[in-house]
């Protein structure tokens, strides 16, 4: 007597455990370009990988990535790929060495875990942008979301518009530098690193102070700037950890037992 | 999860109902329980009244057909009681009816009276808002509606993965204003202080008609806006007063609003051109409807972003 209802949706379809390498790329020399309109998130990760694992191709062109999610993700070769579109969330994660270009914006939690290599965005970045980056440089032309860089284990990551709120929040180690204003909760928890800010910061997170410039970070920043030819830089600002929260002198019961 | 999508037209009209489809198929990932639209249609001197006498999911007994017939008729009755002439009742499903009357007494009153009948839930309540909302995706309930061909100016849409509350048709996005007519709000997040702003809003004599903390929001712009604030003042009032994370969008006859939480904890990408403004959780879905490369961005925290018609 129940009422019958309609159960349709299936996420386990989202997986596409079956997907193949669609092939469809237009290869020349070491050149490759591709179409992605009508192909499947998992169709675009395994033609990347099929023209830059199999076919030795070290530059390719994906057209109309059409704001698809988790696309260029886990690519460890040296290469350049370059999306003429946008990307969704969770794009160009845990990759190792590729110089990539996205000619429009990506979604949140781009360039997640990053180990080295390029990233250019010529438009705005989502949230979490360079989450647990680890090596490299990550340049966003636009604005970033909230939480850019949230756990930041090394590299660089360079934004040219504004940032939102919690900044560089448990940030370990490696740069920001950041052209644009802040929002609340700058550096929050952060450890180690430092964070460069040329507009204005709205509040500094818990342990996050004013840092002390030196003849390295202005080599540093003219030199980030000459490569990706952002002009002469303007006057910043160095946040650091303040370490006051600092608790790394303290071993835990179970690694001092060792120690003794 | 849930996703929210939110457009409009600033320039006139179009096909609002096949827009917002497309935007939440689009979404579907997000929340495949139940779809939900809150439409804006020409302005009519009627008042659009969308109602349900059983959820969806509501076990057929027995007597279930003969007791919607009688209870439909109850309404019927208590519509001509109240002095509203009808101008029309159509049967949407077997359980959503929309209704289209002639009145110009006490919104609240009308909706009450209405309510007090058995299963009665009124959806919504106006001179251009329709809110439909059912289990399954937005292809499905679109279908089911027919809302392909609905021509208005702004919208909002909700897919639906429910977390706080039971996969039915009251738990469902979006949710009118009560007793406001032509304001409903979507969401997409957590209220953790759902019960003290619930107890609050009940001892001023609100109603609630689900266990879905995202109704709060709805109930408590109303009565924001009953105290005399525009939407955008209620709007920014909510920051202050909803703990919790949230992305949640407000619509009103002639203006659509968006506000996000301090955390900047759930997402939202903003297309904005002179005459048409997309918003919704993932860009794939402003795609669905403008399917060429566009400039997006992301508000930022604390933000509440009005605009009009």
Not at chain 2, 65 to 71: A, I
Request: net charge negative.
């Amino acid at each position: 007597m129940s009422g019958t209802r309609r159960t349709t949706y299936d996420a386990r379809g989202l997986a596409e455990p079956h997907a193949e390498v669609p092939k469809v790329s237009d290869i020349d020399g070491a050149t490759a370009s591709f179409d992605a309109t009508d192909l499947t998130t998992r169709q675009v990760n395994l033609e990347l990988r099929w023209l830059i694992y199999e076919q030795g191709i070290r530059d390719v062109t994906v057209r109309n990535p059409g704001a698809k999610h988790s696309i260029g993700v886990g690519i460890l070769q040296r290469c350049r790929i370059r999306f003429e579109g946008s990307l969704g969330y969770f794009g160009l994660g845990l990759n190792d060495g590729p110089e990539i270009i996205v000619t429009g914006r990506v979604g949140w939690s781009s360039c997640e875990n990053m180990m080295s290599g390029v990233v250019v965005i010529e438009k705005n970045a989502g949230s979490l942008t360079g989450a647990a980056m680890r090596g490299g440089d990550l340049l966003v032309k636009g604005a970033v979301g909230a939480r850019t860089g949230i756990d930041q284990k090394g590299g660089t990551i360079i934004v040219g518009g504004d940032a939102g709120t919690m900044t560089a929040f448990m940030m370990q180690r490696g740069r920001q530098i950041i052209l644009g204003d802040v929002g609340p909760g700058l550096g929050d928890s952060m450890y180690e690193g430092s964070i460069y800010v040329a507009g204005k910061v709205k509040s500094l997170g818990i342990d996050c102070v004013e840092g002390e410039w030196t003849h390295a970070d202005t080599e540093m920043i003219e030199r980030k700037f000459r490569i990706y030819g952002l002009g002469s830089p303007p006057a910043f600002q160095k946040f650091v950890c303040g370490k006051m929260l600092y608790n790394y002198d303290n071993l835990e019961p179970s690694e001092k037992k060792y120690v003794i | 999860m849930c996703g929210i999508a939110g457009i409009i037209h600033r320039d006139g009209s179009a096909d609002v109902g096949t827009e917002m489809t497309r935007m939440l198929q689009a979404m579907k990932h997000r929340g495949p329980d139940s779809s939900g639209y809150a439409l804006f249609g020409e302005p009519s001197d009627l008042v659009v009244i969308r109602f349900k006498l059983a959820d969806a999911n509501d076990p057929r007994d027995f007597d279930f057909k003969e007791r919607l017939d009688r209870n439909r008729q109850e309404v019927e009755s208590r519509l001509h009681k109240i002095g509203a002439s009808v101008d029309r009742v159509e049967s949407e499903t077997e359980y959503a009816y929309r209704a289209t009357v002639r009145y110009d007494g006490d919104m609240k009153a009308l909706a009450d009276y209405l309510e007090d009948v058995p299963g009665c839930e009124v959806l919504s309540l106006g001179h251009s808002l329709e809110i439909v909302k059912d289990l399954g995706d937005a292809q499905e309930v679109s279908d089911l509606y027919r809302l392909g061909g609905f021509t208005g100016t702004h919208a909002i849409g909700h897919v639906r993965m429910a977390t706080e509350s039971d996969v039915d048709i009251s738990g469902a996005h979006p949710y009118w204003a009560y007793p406001f007519s032509d304001v409903a709000v979507v969401h997409n997040g957590q209220l953790t202080n759902y019960f003290q702003w619930k107890r609050r809003l009940e001892s001023n004599g609100e109603r609630f008609q689900s266990e879905c903390d995202s109704e709060i929001i709805a109930v408590y712009l109303a009565e924001k806006m009953s105290e005399g604030d525009s939407l955008e003042d209620a709007m920014h009032k909510s920051l202050e007063d909803l703990d919790g994370v949230f992305t949640y969008m407000a619509v009103t006859k002639d203006a659509l609003g968006v506000a996000k939480d301090e955390m900047a904890a759930k997402p939202l990408v903003l297309y904005e051109s002179d005459g048409f403004v997309a918003m919704a959780s993932e860009e794939i879905a402003i795609r669905a409807v403008l399917n060429r490369e566009i400039e997006t961005s992301d508000p930022y925290e604390g933000q509440v972003l009005v605009w009009t018609r």
